[in-house]
């Protein structure tokens, strides 16, 4: 008796539910994710248990490295744009539609006012390497508000009394810079900002 045989048929699996459940996890992680800020400077901060979260919208930050050089920036490439044109303005700087595109993408500003133009007349890729070993100047001339403090002020003017500010300091930053830079900011009547810390874990208390 001869053996039957069975007519091999093709299989054909449905991927259409799990294209759904790709593209649903992939528009999560686009919606949920915090992209970095390319900072002027790296900047570990000091660990605290306040989990207070820092305004994401209409903020200046300022940025303390462990030198204690200070850097700022608004969180928004358009404020940006404005606070530097605003302050440039005050100083007389003149600055070309090109420079101004190219302060629309920097994240932090932290060079004296005699060198801005020749900062961003440069390649964004070479900005931060520029500025890192510079700063703004936080010391008073001839009895004249300091650089940081007129930066600080053109913000606030500009943003409007709705603006927060956040100050972010390195661990190893000296306590007297932080000190100073606070200070500095209380002579011009800025003494509500947010201090950002990184969260410790049950382990590290």
Avoid: H
């Avoid at 300022?62 to 440039?88: E, H």
């Avoid at 100083?91 to 060198?115: C, F, H, R, W």
């Avoid at 961003?120 to 520029?130: D, G, L, T, V, Y």
């Avoid at 650089?147 to 606030?156: E, K, M, N, S």
């Amino acid at each position: 008796m001869g053996k039957v045989k069975i007519k091999k048929k093709s299989v054909w699996i449905d991927m259409t539910p799990m294209s759904d459940v790709m593209v649903l996890l992939l528009t999560f992680f686009m919606l949920t994710a915090t992209f970095t800020k390319n900072e002027a400077v790296k900047v570990n901060t000091p660990g605290s248990v306040s989990e207070i979260k820092i305004p994401e919208k209409n903020a200046l930050s300022i940025l303390i490295d462990k030198q204690g050089k200070v850097f700022l920036g608004m969180d928004r490439p358009s404020s940006q744009k404005t606070l530097v044109q605003a302050v440039a303005s005050d100083y007389g700087v003149s600055l070309t539609e090109g420079q101004l595109k190219t302060a629309e993408g920097t994240t932090n500003i932290g060079v004296p006012m005699d060198q801005l133009s020749k900062m961003f007349a440069m390649e964004p890729a070479q900005i931060n390497e520029f500025q890192a070993e510079k700063g703004l100047p936080t010391d008073s001339v001839d009895g004249k508000q300091s650089q940081f403090q007129d930066w600080v002020i053109a913000a606030r003017d500009n943003f409007g009394e709705d603006m927060k500010i956040t100050l972010k300091a390195d661990c190893d930053t000296p306590y007297k810079v932080v000190k100073k830079v606070m200070s500095e900011m209380q002579d011009i009547s800025e003494d509500r900002y947010y201090l950002v810390t990184t969260l410790k874990t049950g382990e590290e208390l």
